[in-house]
């Protein structure tokens, strides 16, 4: 196991800086000498782990196309050449927003996760003030990408790739698609309760967006927006979804890393059945403050369909909202028959639970 700071209990792990994944890669073979397979997390471990399976022989991205999964403008030029359905979008490297006129629009920063740096503008004067809020979050000079807002609600598409081929793991909804002006991720529930023929759209797109950016090996995490018949590429992650989310997709009897590490050692995957219905409840942040206590947790777990909660900011931790914010409070899983069940028992787990939090 290598990470890009101190472990927690010494010898437990190799420190290596992620900053330079070749010379990560170089210095995890000399260690290691050999390995069966190699899995990266998340963020920049994504792009060690391709650079030491590289190294060591292994299936892995390229690295051209690892460094565009990173770059969400990379992204959006990648699939205009291939002619995916995505938003319009225009690239802004300074004050100068060019000919942008179109409206509702979406500023985002080029490579953060979690909704973080995202924000809706309505007008020019909204765009300007959107573009100074995103830049005090992530650096003066940072370009910035901006998006049409399209219509309609999210999905997200969870998979593994091999040789290039796509097995679909989970097509989640998102029954709370936020409209802005900042965007939450909240309720996720699998399997989808659209249509079976949008669904196959979906997953076209989705195939789409992913050869055009290049991918070909691992996990892959991608989010479209879908409105009637239409079906919008919004962005992917060369990487598991995000958070402790994977407790919610337990696609047969392994789990989703369980599944991940089978694949990176080439070992065959068990034959998935429908196993009901499953989702999450990101815990959002609701104003900035610190965290003094959380209450109705037992009565949150007692919800019919909840199998568990999770709290993962403690007592006396300062929290962070939207846009600048890059964590939740905490997750809610549940388990039933039907999505609908699932829906519901999530909701009612989240009207249980009060967060006191002080301004500060």
């Keep these: 196991m290598a990470t890009d700071g101190p472990p927690a209990i010494p010898g437990s792990s190799l420190a290596v800086s992620f900053a330079d994944p070749v010379a990560a890669a170089s210095r995890l073979v000399d260690r290691v000498g050999a390995a069966d397979g190699v899995v990266g ?5 994504v792009a060690v782990a ?59 920063p080029l490579a953060r996760a979690a909704s973080q740096g995202v924000l809706r503008a309505d007008t020019a004067d909204e765009l300007a003030d959107a573009m100074r809020a995103v830049r005090r979050i992530v650096g ?27 097995d679909v793991l989970a097509v989640f909804d998102k029954p709370d698609t ?28 989705v195939e789409r ?10 996990p892959v995490h991608v989010e479209c927006k879908v409105d009637g018949a239409d079906v919008w590429f919004l962005e992917l992650a060369g990487r598991t979804i995000g958070g402790l989310c994977s407790r919610a997709l337990r696609p047969g009897s392994l789990s989703l890393e369980e599944l991940v590490i089978r694949h990176a050692l080439r070992l065959p995957l068990p034959p998935r059945r429908p196993d009901g219905a499953s989702g999450v409840l990101m815990l959002p942040v609701a104003r900035r ?46 388990r039933a028959g039907t999505p609908d069940e699932v829906e519901v028992a999530l909701r009612t787990a989240w009207d249980a639970l009060e967060f006191d939090v002080t301004a500060w």
């Design 41 to 45: 997390t998340d963020g920049e471990a």
């Design 50 to 108: 391709a650079a030491t399976a590289r190294l060591l022989r292994l299936a892995a991205n390229p690295p051209a196309t690892v460094e565009t999964a990173a770059d969400k403008h990379r992204q959006r030029r990648a699939a205009a050449t291939a002619g995916v359905p995505q938003p319009a979008y225009a690239r802004i490297d300074g004050d100068d927003v060019g000919d942008w006129t179109t409206f509702p629009a979406v500023v985002k």
């Design 140 to 166: 003066a000079g940072a370009p910035l990408l901006i998006e049409e807002f399209v219509p309609g609600v999210e999905v997200a598409v969870e998979g593994l790739l091999r040789d290039g081929q796509l």
């Design 178 to 205: 936020p409209q802005g002006p900042t965007f939450p991720e909240t309720l996720l529930v699998t399997p989808s309760r659209l249509e079976p023929a949008v669904v196959d759209r979906v997953v076209g797109i």
């Design 209 to 218: 967006a992913v050869a055009a950016i290049g991918l070909v090996e691992g």
């Design 289 to 334: 403050g610190r965290l003094e206590a959380v209450r109705g947790v037992a009565a949150a777990r007692a919800v019919v369909g909840v199998t568990d909660v999770v709290i993962t900011v403690g007592p006396g931790e300062q929290v962070v909202a939207l846009p600048a914010g890059d964590r939740y409070l905490g997750f809610v899983f549940a």
